[in-house]
Nanobody, 122 residues
Framework: VQLVESGGGMVQPGGSLRLSCAAS????????MSWVRQAPGKGPEWVSG????????YYRDSVKGRFTISRSNAKNTLYLQMNSLKPEDTALYYC????????????????WGQGTQVTVSS
């Protein structure tokens, strides 16, 4: 199983970024997926989850209306469109295949990718 995130960077408050996660080594279309983030000095927190077909999506309250999770099963890729970014969104963002842990929780670290840094600062 390999999950490789990309698309992070530094943006000003109010800006946008689109994260991607290229999945390989497993049948991507058969697994619900999620995004997890971890800010410096803090524990990991669940951000968003999506079911296998993409019909059902879930978000933590603080990102609802600003972030959109999606997936392309044809491209084996998970996305996170982040708009209206705030300084408190600054964190390492990880793609995760949560398996039995569910798409609305933080799975153990071994289920995450290597992460991509998102920094929101003026």
């Amino acid at each position: 199983v390999q999950l490789v995130e990309s698309g992070g960077g530094m943006v000003q408050p109010g800006g946008s970024l689109r994260l991607s996660c290229a999945a390989s080594g497993f049948m991507f279309s058969s697994y619900g997926m999620s995004w997890v983030r971890q800010a410096p000095g803090k524990g990991p927190e669940w951000v968003s989850g999506i079911n296998t077909s993409g019909d059902n999506t879930y978000y933590r309250d603080s990102v609802k209306g600003r972030f959109t999770i999606s997936r392309s099963n044809a491209k084996n890729t998970l996305y996170l469109q982040m708009n209206s970014l705030k300084p408190e969104d600054t964190a390492l963002y990880y793609c995760a295949r949560p398996d039995v842990f569910g798409i609305r929780s933080v799975p153990p670290r071994e289920y995450w990718g290597q992460g991509t840094q998102v920094t929101v600062s003026s």
